[in-house]
């Protein structure tokens, strides 16, 4: 009996696995992923193919928790790229970027993702190379000490992101078939 539960269940991962969200994934990056701070995103939805697949196993079955947990990674991804092309910009300049992660925070709280994958394993999935982590410090840098208004105080921009967010919750969804 035992052994016939173990072969069902084998059975049921694979099946899922060449029909569910991982297998419409990209491929692995690797160590080539790592080569530079922004990564790998193959299919440029804003999201590093790393990250991706470590969501998707994190959170296989759960289009919207799924969703919420991309949004908050790929308005980190803007900001990280915001910083490798203007890294001598000023705080005003950055303000949209922080809106935006403002917003991802705000959507992985309200999908349920940041349950399912608390900050500290974002983070650590995120800043997976001492490149990337030295990058998110000096961001920091210049945010500190410096306050930020809520995402939703600015109706043009909470409007943005509430479309953003919909557009990758509808790709995950479409993902789940």
Known sequence: MRNSIIILFVFFAAVFAQNGPLAKLPPDPG??????????????????????????????????????????????????????????ESFEFFYQYFL?????????????????????RRLVILLNTKERFLVNQEIGRIVNGKGVRHY???????????????????????RQK
């Open 100 to 120: 935006g992660t403002m917003a991802g925070t705000s959507y992985s709280r309200q999908t349920g993702a940041s349950d399912l994958i608390p900050v500290e």
């Open 152 to 174: 939703s105080h600015y109706p043009d921009i909470k409007e943005m992101y509430d479309k953003r967010f919909k557009e990758f919750y509808e790709r995950e969804k479409e």
């Open 31 to 88: 160590a080539a992923g790592k080569k530079t701070v922004l990564g790998i995103d193959s299919d440029g939805d804003g999201v590093r193919d790393d990250i991706q697949i470590e969501v998707t196993k994190l959170i296989p079955n759960d289009p919207y928790a799924r969703a919420g947990a991309m949004f908050w990674f790929a308005m980190e991804q803007e900001r990280f790229r915001a910083y490798i092309e203007n890294p001598n």
